[in-house]
Every structure is written in C-alpha cells, then in structure tokens.
C-alpha cells in the first residue's frame, strides 16, 4: 500500500507563497501520474497540476502563472509550489498518483489546509 503524506499547508496572506510537499513511501513516479488536487468548502474536489512526464504538465486555467508542480525523484516527494495567493485558493489539498496502465489503482494523501485571509 502506498502512502502519500502532505504538508506545508498553513495561513497566509494575499499575495504571500506556499510550498506543499507530497512524500511517497516508495519510489512510484514512473508508474504513477502524480498530481495535486483541492476541495473547498461546498465545493467539488478539482484538479490543481499533474505531471504526466516532466514535459507533460497540466494546471488548472485558476492557477497557471502561480502555481508550479515539481518532483524529486531521489527523494520520492512531489512539491506544489505556490505563489500570489488569493482567497479563492483557500482550500484543502490533496496529494495522489493514479496508475498509469490501471487507473483504478490510485492512491490520496490525507490532505493539508491552505487558507488564504484577504
């Protein structure tokens, strides 16, 4: 079973940077697709960035300019590093890897809160 574990979450101002990290219990980033996702209160868990390879990124159109997904593969964490903060971006954020050949084979972090006071 693999385990992902969240942090860098916390409060900060408008404006102001964050960096999560998601650490990996095992060496997965070839055969997952990771990614980070967010939920908000009322409001549907969406995608944030995901890297597909290290030339194959996604972001979310909210985020793009802001935010940027990065990975260490030696260190088998994953970073979401996020700048110019709004309130909008207040939200809990989720670590996974969906398998690449199986995506029914994936995987959540427990989650860390990001909020943004204005």
């Known amino acids: 079973q693999v385990q992902l574990v969240e942090s860098g979450g916390g409060l900060v101002q408008t404006g102001g940077s964050l960096r999560l990290s998601c650490a990996a219990s095992?060496?997965?980033?070839?055969?997952?697709?990771m990614g980070w996702y967010r939920q908000a209160p009322g409001k549907d868990r969406e995608l944030v960035a995901r890297?597909?390879?290290?030339?194959?990124?996604n972001y979310a159109d909210s985020v793009k300019g802001r935010f940027t997904i990065s990975r260490d593969n030696l260190q088998n964490t994953m970073y979401l590093q996020m700048n110019s903060l709004k309130p909008e971006d207040t939200a809990v954020y989720y670590c996974?890897?969906?398998?690449?050949?199986?995506?029914?084979?994936?995987?959540w972090g427990q989650g860390t809160q990001v909020t943004v006071s204005s």
């Open positions: 890297i597909i390879t290290d030339f194959d990124i």
């Open positions: 996974n890897a969906v398998h690449r050949l199986v995506s029914s084979i994936r995987y």
């Open positions: 095992e060496n997965i980033f070839r055969a997952f697709v």
